[in-house]
């Protein structure tokens, strides 16, 4: 039978294949024959097989299991009744199962082979895994080294070839793409983009036309934007990330400047941008507009904000099928006045779904909310300090089209836009005055002010301005309800929008209230400063920030002057209060190091809440840090356990230090805290190279320093830090769902999971706070429970459980804890071996 061209459109498992059926489920091969293979390899999604009934044995899992698949007629259907990819070459070899008819392949399916991987089916990608398993079972045969392919080539085109029938990309059109910024479904995605592009582009110079705007959007849907979590300013409320991304020349920390690896991997998208605002504005206001990047936003809102590294005017347009989304602009905005404290009615409502909008992005927008499925937008502008970009990264960007402007083409699209004139507290007036007497009449009306008051009060919002417009309205109503009066206005000269700490400068009677409490305030203070006590004034009387001041120095006061009370007993604290007591005192005790110079350092003690309301606190934690000093100072000879213990004692022996034994507790050997040494070496994940190394270094020396047996905690620590292997997903999803009560969202990994554990324990009734998970208990869990195959057993599922279970819901441990077991709480494996040399070549 002849082989067909393409693949079948009613095969059920092109959109939906089912799970076990994946090609990564198979990983161990047992002695089957090649020949078994071979003839498995040729078969097709419609290719005719029989199953002998009754083949298997009753009352076993593989009896149920081929009593449903072995009703089907052909692969396709088998595969889809739950038939695993190795049942077919078991079968064929046991007699089980029968070719009976329908197309096959003139040869085994060999995907390094294959011309057009997009016409594979999604049978042909599972069968085609034996590839795989066929070139690792010839690498280590008879043959040697050299015998047969490579198992890692096929494996990488086993890869290439998923993607190309997903996303419908040729695989030598995919780009290489960047595994740091760019997962290898946005490689296939965005590379089907740009061949798209390259489609448009070619027909529009065969036609002579211009690039349309559907054209655009056609690109924009294939096109993958990438989450971003660095563009906070237009987040929306309650949102941690965005879709969006800039292309073209970006501005990066340190001053940098440099092209984006679009520019390289995908330069037909940005031609066709280009080429798009080109033809759009041919006859518009933004004729010959030059630029140095684009940002691409996806599904969001941009809340209110301003941009800060743009330089002059931007063009905005917005595509897709949704309804609202318009931009709302405020085009007389200087950046004097709070973003919060502008009027919605003197906002511009923008369509930017149907025109192409010419604006000053430095000036505040926002945009509405919409409804729909989809809505992208594209910002075309010029990136601050782009006079510095380097001769080969202007070449770049003006090889795929970019318009690369000179200061002379940016003052130019800046005088197309008439200077911003403010929203400030004189506007209203201002606009009232000039329609009466005009330009000339208004600067007479400013001249005549001048003789008034020193500076005309076009002054603009402050921050807190509405919580301070509030105090004084109260301040004057119970002044005037003692004196009997009734609360005067403030005077005429002051305008009625006039707030903040400029109302106080302008000599409004509602501040004589505050003013006068805060001049009886500094006088008490000189009355009742006691000898050597160091007081602050306030830095404006009347101000917030001096009130919130003055009643901060009026406790301290009182405190000095009244006797010093007992400290509360332990019977006397709540037990929910001692159990957080002494979960602090457990996590303050793991915190005692050394730093890599061998100076002292001083355990960072945390008093208890019941005990932090006395006058001896002060005096007991220099006490205590001045023992704690003394004791390591005459440690350094006899090594960290002397160490570690005379810091013990000496804690122990301070008087009404409920957290000594706790803390003595958790320096024991192998019984490390695990929250304080996840974050410790995740924040040293922080740095690079050198940097790294020596953070992870201070980290673990610290570890030993407080551990009495520092082999041990070394050996647990390096446990967490450089696991074997991760846990599988599959059954941390599940271990999670099972802690905590909240079903399990497929599909998550990395931080996403672990903050979902996070807000599951936080919403879980009843949970209690124990005590806190040692090094020893999540290492030993952690090589119990990660790595195996992907069927883990349920065992290892509830030990999980049990663990995660365990976590404290205060604090961050259940998070740093799910992050570990992913094996991604500490820096990368490298630093973590440049680690291991250093302190060994150093001991």
């Not at 100076?599 to 007991?620: C, D, G, I, N, V």
Request: net charge positive; with cysteine; glycine share 8%.
């Amino acid at each position: 039978p002849s082989v067909p061209s393409g693949p079948s459109p009613s095969c059920p498992l092109r959109q939906s294949p089912p799970r076990s059926a994946s090609p990564a489920n198979f990983d161990i091969m047992p002695g089957y024959k090649p020949e078994s293979f071979s003839e498995v390899l040729r078969w097709l999604e419609d290719t005719e097989i029989q199953y002998v009934p009754e083949g298997k044995k009753a009352g076993t899992k593989s009896y149920d299991r081929y009593q449903k698949y072995s009703q089907a007629k052909t692969v396709a259907a088998a595969l889809e009744l739950g038939s695993k990819p190795l049942d077919f070459v078991n079968d064929f070899e046991k007699r089980l199962l029968k070719r009976v008819g329908g197309p096959v392949r003139d040869a085994p399916l060999d995907l390094m082979a294959v011309e057009d991987t997009t016409t594979l089916t999604q049978t042909d990608l599972i069968l085609g895994g034996f590839n795989y398993q066929l070139a690792k079972k010839e690498k280590g045969g008879e043959g040697g080294d050299d015998a047969g392919k490579d198992p890692e080539k096929v494996r990488e085109a086993l890869r290439k070839a998923k993607l190309s029938a997903k996303f419908g990309v040729k695989v030598e059109d995919m780009a290489a793409g960047v595994g740091w910024a760019e997962s290898p479904s946005m490689v296939a995605s965005r590379s089907r983009a740009n061949v798209e592009a390259t489609k448009i582009l070619e027909a529009v110079a065969a036609e002579g036309r211009k690039v349309t705007a559907e054209e655009v959007l056609r690109v924009l849907r294939l096109w993958a934007v990438k989450k971003n979590s660095d563009r906070k300013n237009v987040m929306p409320q309650g949102a941690t990330w965005v879709h969006s991304e800039t292309v073209g020349l970006l501005h990066c920390s340190g001053g940098r400047l440099i092209a984006t690896l679009h520019t390289r991997a995908y330069p037909k998208v940005l031609t066709l941008l280009c080429q798009w605002l080109k033809d759009d504005q041919e006859n518009g206001p933004a004729k010959d507009f030059q630029f140095t990047s684009i940002i691409i936003n996806s599904s969001y809102s941009a809340k209110r904000h301003r941009d800060h590294l743009n330089v002059g005017p931007s063009c905005i347009r917005a595509f897709g099928d949704y309804e609202g989304g318009s931009l709302r602009y405020w085009p007389e905005d200087d950046r004097k006045t709070n973003l919060e404290s502008l009027r919605d009615e003197d906002a511009e409502v923008l369509d930017v779904r149907n025109t192409t909008v010419f604006m000053d992005g430095n000036r505040a927008h926002e945009v509405e909310a919409y409804s729909g499925n989809e809505r992208f937008s594209l910002v075309f502008f010029t990136s601050a300090s782009f006079q510095k970009t380097a001769d080969d990264v202007r070449e770049q960007l003006v090889q795929v089209g970019i318009p690369f402007p000179d200061d002379d083409a940016v003052a130019r699209t800046r005088a197309l836009l008439p200077a911003p004139r403010g929203y400030g507290i004189g506007a209203d007036e201002m606009k009232d005055s000039t329609k009466k007497v005009g330009n000339k009449g208004k600067k007479m009306l400013l001249k005549k002010e001048e003789g008034q008051r020193k500076k005309p009060l076009f002054a603009t919002g402050f921050l807190f301005n509405k919580v301070m417009a509030a105090k004084r309205a109260k301040e004057s109503e119970a002044a005037s309800s003692k004196s009997g009066t009734l609360p005067t206005k403030a005077s005429g000269t002051v305008p009625k929008r006039l707030v903040g700490l400029f109302a106080l400068k302008a000599g409004g009677s509602a501040s004589a209230p505050l003013k006068r409490k805060a001049e009886d305030a500094v006088e008490n203070r000189e009355e009742k400063k006691p000898a050597g006590a160091k007081l602050r004034r306030p830095l404006m009387i009347g101000g917030l920030l001096g009130k919130i001041q003055a009643k901060q120095q009026q406790q301290q006061l009182r405190r000095q002057d009244s006797p010093e009370p007992s400290s509360p007993s332990e019977n006397s604290t709540p037990q929910p209060k001692r159990a957080r007591i002494e979960a602090a005192g457990a996590a303050a005790g793991t915190s005692l190091g050394l730093s890599s110079s061998g100076e002292k350092t001083r355990l960072a003690k945390k008093e208890p809440r019941a005990a932090a309301h006395t006058s001896k606190a002060s005096s007991t934690e220099s006490a205590g840090a001045s023992k704690l000093s003394r004791s390591l100072h005459t440690s350094k000879a006899s090594g960290p356990k002397a160490a570690a213990a005379a810091t013990m004692n000496s804690e122990s022996a301070e008087e009404g230090d409920t957290t000594a034994p706790v803390a003595a507790a958790a320096l024991g050997g192998g019984g490390s805290n695990f929250l304080a040494f996840a974050m410790s070496i995740s924040s040293a994940a922080n740095y690079e190279g050198a940097a790294a190394v020596t953070e992870l270094a201070k980290a673990l020396k610290a570890l030993t320093c407080s551990s009495r047996d520092p082999e041990a905690s070394i050996r647990h620590a390096l446990t967490v830090l450089a696991p074997a292997s991760p846990a599988v997903p599959r059954v941390l999803t599940a271990a999670i769902a099972e802690a905590f009560g909240e079903p399990a969202i497929p599909g998550l990994s990395g931080e996403a999971l672990a903050a979902k554990a996070f807000t599951d324990q936080q919403r879980k009734r009843g949970s209690r706070q124990g005590q806190p998970l040692t090094l020893e208990e999540v290492a030993t869990t952690m090589a119990a429970c990660c790595g195996g195959l992907d069927e883990a057993s349920k065992v290892t599922e509830q030990r999980l459980a049990q663990l995660l279970g365990r976590a404290q819901s205060e604090g961050m441990e259940v998070y740093f804890l799910v992050r570990a077991l992913q094996g991604k709480v500490g820096p990368s494996q490298e630093v973590v071996y440049g680690t291991m040399a250093r302190m060994i070549t150093c001991a």
